[in-house]
């Protein structure tokens, strides 16, 4: 049998082209977040924060140094270039909807912590291009930094305002680098991991620990009997814009 | 297959034109080379207005290149003979806008190095992975069908029949990339100003009055400079389907506002005050309003009988710069200000971020008189 | 041949254009000590690495590559090595745990001409950074 050229390039194309529809197809159907095996617990990791305890000792911050300290998160003078994990706004910035015009003062400007929500069903995953951001199946909205291209859609998408882009290279801007976490490159976008990497270790998340008036409770959402359930079942909490059917997994106790 | 040895015979004019265009085009990539070495810091960009000039710019042109099916639709699918000598020149405007789009998008990008990750780990449930996919495919099909055909013209002969479907395959692709790009924006929750279903009509209504503006002002612009004329019939339909769209999208923005200020949801309302209320210390708010103005000035000069014909070129530069700052600028901007949690901030484009458009806009003007070049030369041949 | 001038012109040019990398590097001085192999400092304290040498000579870089997906992206931080020890899956902690970035890492790098891999741009070298900070549990 003999094979003319113009047969020999038909035959590769078609093949190339197979390849490529194969591949194509398993990623379509081999969702991101199904990737790891599901265990036979369910997880979903959640935070109650107390703002009455927080409200005690206004200005503390010693949950912002924590987290600032365990990843490496630049303190970037021009506040259009910060980053920011775990900050804290009034109270009124961060429940637009939830306010009165006869709140008292003390309420409307108590600073309330905001870090990121790890939605149930998060809108910044939904339009990464390149899955550099997807939900877990133990919940935690998650980041790779290796694959993120900068384009910043999930910032436009984020409706809490939880997620920040490296305008510069953070590295100048850390005072002291914890060798145990990387650091971060300039043209990427990052947000609170829920200190995945201590969860890994059995720790709690850098900010709950860090507390001194035991302000956070964290722990298994999908648990019944977890501390945050039982807390959540004795007092009237709040989420941000649960209205926009993200599903916050951070609430707070007003 | 391209054509190229045409563009390579040129007057003084037209070698001096090009060599400005590659000036600009050098000051824009010197200037790209610094962000890539220092990150998008040395854009006006900001942690609240994440996206800008150069999301706006690709928005805007987007709109440009899918209004090229305003001279394909008529002169494949209802024959209009008038449109012979314009059509491909739409069909090029259409292939260099798009090129300008990747452009716009890969200068936007943190990590340029990983662009082909869209690719490699493909997100179907991402907008921007069909917009992707839109925008590539519509930048083939254009390419296939301007160049095969001015090839069988060239030689004289029919162009082939599979080129037909392509063309008319063309038409509902333009509308597609449009509308996947409103999609981009208008299915944030988080960002109420996009957060309309008016958003895509919008833009397609903008886009095909922005994009025979153009077209009209690069015709007139041939007829001036070469011995090319599209005939008046071409440019008069033009201007119609220019006033039509701009009269629509008008009406869109006008529905618009209607919607927000008499629910008066303050968080739709916010950003229209922060667009349009003058003395509030906005920045863009001035540009917002001469947009409007040279909206209405344009409508004005196109239903007037006697200023439609004489004031054509006016009213078109009206119309290209009008939906320039509206869509080019205010649009993106708008949704990020103020920010979910209300903060206002200030966004100004950079020195390094305008002569990165610039360079830009360089190659796109660039590309465009190549192509017309070709596209001329090979008509002169024929004719003569 | 009226065009002879520019077309040897732009031949010449399209040359120099191609071996310009080779030229810089000579410039540079980079490409001068290759007959000399590097000298590599061992770890003191182990004396097994988590694959046989030829191995991670050869593929380190791969193997990086499935630790970091692993890891990131499959929350899968046990690695059993060929000879069924358990190691976890860091950079910073086992590979930089006995070898010495400085000393091992860069100088191989340098020699074989890859002296910025850009896993550097953001992972820390224990050691250079030790001195800022006490190293703390996270």
Same mark, same amino acid.
């Given at each position: 049998m003999k094979i003319t050229r113009k047969d020999f390039l038909r035959i590769s194309g078609l093949s190339l082209l197979a390849a490529g529809c194969k591949r194509a197809a398993e990623s379509v159907s081999q969702?991101?977040?199904?990737v790891r095996a599901a265990s036979t617990q369910p997880v979903r990791w959640g935070m109650v924060i107390d703002l009455s305890k927080c409200r005690e000792k206004d200005g503390c911050n010693a949950c912002i140094h924590a987290c600032n300290a365990a990843h490496n998160i630049p303190q970037i003078a021009n506040h259009a270039h910060e980053v920011k994990w775990i900050w804290t706004e009034p109270d009124a910035t961060v429940f637009p909807s939830a306010?009165? #015009?006869?709140?008292p003062q003390t309420v409307t400007e108590t600073k309330v912590p905001l870090l990121c929500?790890?939605?149930?069903?998060?809108p910044c995953t939904r339009v990464c291009p390149t899955q550099a951001t997807w939900k877990r199946d133990d919940g935690i909205v998650m980041m790779d930094w290796h694959r993120c291209?900068?384009?910043?859609y999930c910032v436009a998408a984020?409706?809490?305002?939880?997620r920040s882009f490296n305008?510069?290279?953070p590295r100048p801007s850390i005072?002291?680098?914890?060798?145990d976490f990387p650091t971060r490159t300039k043209g990427v976008v990052e947000k609170c991991n829920f200190c995945e990497e201590r969860l890994a270790r059995g720790l709690k998340p850098a900010c709950v620990d860090a507390c001194p008036q035991r302000v956070f409770t964290f722990g298994n959402?999908? #648990?019944?009997?977890s501390e945050p359930r039982q807390l959540l079942r004795e007092r009237f909490a709040v989420q941000r814009e649960p209205e926009l059917g993200t599903g916050p997994s951070v609430f707070y106790l007003v | 297959m391209l054509m190229l040895d045409k563009a390579l015979k040129g007057s003084r004019r037209y070698w001096m034109w090009l060599l400005c265009l590659l000036c600009v085009i050098v000051a824009g990539l010197c200037f790209y080379l610094r962000q890539l070495n220092q990150?998008?810091?040395?854009?006006?960009?900001s942690r609240d207005v994440s996206w800008g000039l150069y999301i706006a710019q690709f928005t805007f042109f987007v709109g440009v290149a899918a209004s090229a099916v305003m001279v394909v639709l008529p002169y494949?699918?209802?024959?209009?003979?008038?449109?012979a000598r314009v059509t491909i020149l739409g069909e090029f405007l259409a292939i260099v806008s798009v090129i300008m789009c990747i452009l716009f998008i890969f200068v936007d990008l943190?990590?340029?190095?990983?662009?082909l990750n869209i690719i490699l780990y493909p997100?179907?449930?991402?907008l921007m992975f069909w917009d992707m996919v839109s925008l590539s495919g519509y930048l083939l099909l254009n390419a296939i069908v301007a160049f095969v055909t001015l090839r069988a013209e060239r030689e004289e002969t029919?162009?082939?029949?599979w080129i037909k479907p392509l063309a008319i395959l063309s038409i509902p692709w333009a509308i597609s990339i449009h509308t996947v790009t409103a999609f981009l924006y208008s299915g944030?929750?988080?960002r109420s100003f996009w957060l309309t279903a008016i958003l895509a009509p919008r833009f397609l209504a903008s886009a095909f009055s922005s994009g025979p503006a153009l077209l009209i002002l690069l015709c007139l612009a041939l007829r001036k400079l070469t011995a090319y004329d599209v005939g008046k019939d071409a440019i008069r339909k033009l201007a119609v389907i220019m006033t039509y769209a701009m009269t629509i999208n008008v009406f869109f923005v006008l529905v618009e506002v209607f919607t927000v200020f008499y629910a008066a949801i303050p968080e739709h309302t916010v950003h229209f005050e922060y667009l349009?209320?003058?003395?509030?210390?906005?920045?863009?708010a001035p540009w917002m309003w001469v947009s409007a103005i040279f909206a209405i000035a344009a409508l004005v000069i196109l239903f007037t009988p006697a200023w439609r014909r004489t004031q054509l070129p006016i009213a078109c530069i009206l119309v290209f710069t009008s939906l320039w700052l509206e869509k080019g600028l205010g649009l993106i901007v708008g949704g990020f200000v103020?920010?979910?949690?209300?903060a206002i901030a200030h966004y100004a484009p950079s020195l390094p971020e305008w002569t990165i458009v610039a360079g830009i806009w360089s190659v796109g003007a660039f590309l465009i008189t190549v192509f017309y070049k070709i596209v001329l030369s090979v008509r002169e041949e024929v004719e003569s | 041949m009226r065009d002879r001038v520019w077309i040897f012109a732009g031949l010449a040019f399209f040359v120099a254009a191609l071996t310009c990398p080779a030229w810089y590097a000579v410039a540079n001085g980079k490409?001068?000590?290759?007959?000399k192999p590097p000298n590599l400092e061992l770890p003191?304290?182990?004396?097994?690495?988590?694959?046989?040498a030829g191995t991670m000579r050869a593929a380190h870089m791969q193997m990086l590559i499935q630790w970091r997906e692993d890891v990131v992206r499959h929350g899968d931080r046990r690695f059993v090595a060929f000879n069924g020890k358990v190691y976890e899956?860091?950079?910073?902690?086992t590979c930089l745990g006995c070898h010495n970035k400085e000393q091992f890492c860069d100088r191989c790098h340098a020699y074989s001409g890859v002296?910025?891999?850009?896993?550097w741009n953001c992972h820390n070298d224990p050691q250079t950074v030790a001195g800022s900070r006490t190293r703390s549990t996270p």
């Open positions: 969702p991101a977040s199904s306010q009165t #015009d006869f709140a929500n790890h939605c149930a069903n998060p291209i900068g384009c910043r984020c409706p809490y305002g939880s305008f510069e290279d005072e002291s680098i914890n060798p959402l999908a #648990d019944p009997e | 990150g998008l810091g040395i854009t006006g960009l494949y699918l209802h024959r209009e003979k008038q449109f943190g990590q340029p190095s990983r662009v997100s179907p449930r991402s029919p162009a082939p029949r944030l929750a988080g349009y209320l003058l003395g509030g210390g906005h920045n863009l103020p920010s979910p949690l209300g | 490409a001068s000590n290759k007959s003191a304290n182990q004396k097994e690495c988590v694959a046989p899956k860091s950079l910073t902690r002296s910025d891999p850009y896993c």
